[in-house]
């Protein structure tokens, strides 16, 4: 079993040494200087609990496993424009000079379009300072890193955002883009000791906590002077689904967006619903013209297919791997392939390999419609294409933040068909890994022309020059949705106003509370050669809450001042639910806008997270994981027979558990467990509950994760 370790800073070196002299099972794998003040650790389950209650230990955490959660895209956000500017040493703002550390699968630094900007790194995963791609002809071969690493830097046939930035890889998801929490964080820790000025990390979890090991490295990495800039994730449209280190208070965190491209929707019959289909990685493009016939082909791996030639196929998501599916479709005759997902929401994947015809996904609700519609006898199907502009990516993960409740993410960036630089050419992926970089590159060309602006300073000039942006309803989406819009970089590079923080989380509140003031202090800075006159615009009146803002007034050139901005808010009156909007300061005819929220009662966001199980380091001991974000008045895991549901017994099940990391030891011997058994982990708090089912399978090392 491996943990991380977080420890007091006066204690650290006696607990290693109290650790190596009473724990010799127990092996330190990475001591970090900068992150924080612990280390990581494999060991015996029971000397590592043993160790987790010696004095002066803080925080203990599992290591968890992380994975990868231009053309066009560039001049969209003003890349191209802010090329033609200067910096103060009359070089031209191409990100010259500055250090981005990208942290992923390493980076194909023999590109043609990366070779010239490379300065070397660190691998993590073999420990050696080569952080080359996973390349060869294996299905666990990687191309992330360099797609992430050509969106910031490319500089060749494709120009990234900041084409003569300096690119230091640091390989910490190896084969397959598998990692763990250790070997990312002990990539932070080498970014902080090399002194780059950015990292960019284009990877996450499904744990949406502040505290988080990840999450609190990031914040570290930012109070030494790095620009941070992380994925919020792809496990949209539902609130709460941003995960560490998308979670993180002083990174910025970045969702996706459509730079301007044609979408394919489908139509049938005479029904009055388009479905926008979701190409898979890799994919080919789906250009249909004229009416097609549609096919359903279960689940894909039946031995009877049905008859597919000249059609398209539609198949649920599950059990063999979307390219199986479409490769077995293309060989019965098909001419496109729909996979349609096996839970709520849309997803997003890739192919393993290039196929001729185009495969696309749909939400469970789209694919069960379209079941009926065929067994109805509408069986042909016609293509239609909308272009979209600035829409916010269906897959793109929402906050807020539990616990901190703070707003993420905090901006959004091109994340949908962005063509980039892999090994031996190049392809379009999508994905808030893709958005990441071109603020990672917005934020070098940034660096560039500021220098000695930190890296609060350069989130605010991203985020306060932002482009607000509106849903079908023509109404702006929710802060949690977009933060402060999508990113301008012309504008941000010519902000002469700074407002930091750049949103305002307020806090929960509860009913029961009396009428409450919450405060939060910015600094406002004219950043101008010339005197400015500012105001607040006063917020629509909403029955229970009054805002107390600054009256209007001046800043010289470079001066800044900080004001306080106060909510009055009766509880009672307001309601319960997530409270949020758009604060506006004036500056002449410039709006700079603060996206802020306040949180009535404990919402409803998933009481569990990241589940994991599987054997311990013991025989015959198992051991599972999870994540409970608010805390439970009531946590348990309940154990039925799978084929006839009747209820074995409780695998666990305790009262009033704090918030945080759950975890628990599980002895073959004394449950006498074995085989196969449907699990339904339940954990309620302030009258709500949820519920996750999984499988676990106590004779195999099975893995049940959500």
Do not use: C
């Amino acid at each position: 079993m491996e943990k991380i370790i977080i420890t007091d800073k006066e204690n650290i070196k006696s607990i290693l040494q109290r650790t190596k002299e009473k724990y010799p099972s127990i092996k330190i794998n990475h001591i970090y200087k900068y992150v924080f003040n612990g280390f990581s650790v494999k060991g015996k389950r029971k000397d590592l609990q043993q160790l987790e209650a010696e004095e002066g230990i803080r925080h203990s955490s599992p290591v968890t496993a992380y994975k990868v959660s231009l053309d066009k895209s560039v001049p969209f956000i003003g890349g191209d424009a802010v090329r033609g500017h200067f910096d103060t040493k009359d070089h031209r703002i191409t990100g010259r000079g500055v250090k981005v550390g990208i942290i992923d699968t390493g980076v194909d630094y023999t590109h043609p379009d990366l070779r010239m900007n490379y300065r070397g790194g660190y691998d993590l995963v073999d420990g050696d300072d080569d952080p080359m791609e996973t390349k060869g002809s294996s299905v666990h071969n990687t191309v992330h890193g360099t797609h992430v690493a050509g969106i910031i830097a490319a500089n060749g046939k494709l120009k990234g955002v900041a084409p003569e930035a300096e690119i230091i890889g640091y390989r910490a998801l190896g084969p397959g883009g598998m990692g763990t929490s250790e070997q990312v964080i002990a990539a932070i820790d080498r970014a902080i000791e090399d002194k780059v000025d950015i990292i960019n990390l284009s990877l996450g979890n499904t744990v949406n906590g502040p505290d988080w090991p990840t999450s609190l490295a990031l914040d570290k990495a930012t109070e030494n002077g790095i620009i941070a800039v992380t994925s919020s994730g792809n496990s949209g449209p539902n609130v709460w689904t941003v995960g560490s280190p998308g979670t993180s208070s002083k990174a910025i965190s970045v969702g996706a967006t459509t730079p301007p491209m044609k979408v394919p929707y489908l139509t049938i019959g005479i029904e009055d619903k388009k479905i926008q289909l979701a190409l898979l990685q890799g994919s080919k493009k789906w250009d249909f013209s004229k009416k097609q016939e549609i096919v359903v082909a279960g689940i894909g791996d039946e031995e009877i297919f049905p008859d597919v030639t000249g059609k398209i196929v539609l198949m649920q998501r599950g059990k063999i791997t979307f390219t199986e599916k479409a490769r077995r479709a293309y060989n019965a005759g098909a001419i496109a392939v729909l996979i349609y997902n096996n839970t709520d929401g849309n997803f997003e994947g890739g192919l393993d390999s290039e196929l001729p015809i185009p495969v696309a996904s749909i939400s469970k609700v789209d694919g069960n419609w379209l079941k009926k519609q065929i067994k109805d006898g509408n069986t042909h199907v016609t293509t239609l294409f909308n272009v979209l502009e600035d829409t916010l990516a269906e897959f793109s993960s929402r906050g807020p933040v539990t616990n901190s409740w703070d707003i993420k993410p905090d901006i959004v960036a091109p994340g949908v068909a962005i063509e980039s630089t892999i090994p031996d050419g190049y392809i379009e992926l999508q994905g808030t890994s893709m958005s990441a970089p071109h603020v990672a590159g917005a934020a070098a060309l940034l660096k560039q022309a500021h220098p000695n602006w930190s890296p609060l300073q350069i989130k605010a000039a991203l985020m306060n020059t932002a482009l607000l942006l509106k849903n079908e309803q023509n109404t702006y989406y929710a802060p949690y949705e977009q933060g402060a819009g999508r990113v301008q970089l012309h504008e941000a590079i010519h902000a002469e106003t700074l407002v930091y923080p750049s949103s305002l989380a307020f806090g929960m509140l509860h009913h029961k509370d009396p009428r409450t003031e919450k405060k939060i202090k910015i600094i406002i800075e004219n950043r101008s050669n010339t005197s400015k006159y500012y105001s607040f615009e006063v917020p629509n009146h909403i029955q229970g809450i009054q805002w107390k803002i600054p009256h209007p007034f001046y800043l010289k050139p470079d001066e800044k001042i900080q004001v306080t901005l106060t909510i009055d808010v009766t509880p009672s009156i307001i309601g319960a639910g997530l409270h949020h909007g758009y604060l506006f300061l004036k500056d002449g005819d410039k709006r700079i806008q603060l996206p802020y929220m306040y949180v009535i009662e404990e919402p409803d966001y998933p009481r569990i997270m990241g589940f994991q199980f599987g054997r311990d380091d013991k025989k015959g001991t198992f051991h599972y994981e999870l994540y409970l974000p608010g805390g439970a008045e009531e946590f348990g895991i309940a154990l039925y027979d799978p084929d006839t549901f009747r209820f074995v017994m409780f695998l666990d099940w305790k009262r009033n558990v704090t918030r945080g990391l759950v975890d628990s030891e599980i002895n073959l011997d004394k449950l006498k467990l074995v085989g196969v058994y449907k699990a339904l982990i339940f954990a309620k708090k302030a009258g709500k509950e949820d519920t996750l089912e999984v499988e676990l399978n106590f004779d195999n090392t099975v893995v049940g994760s959500q």
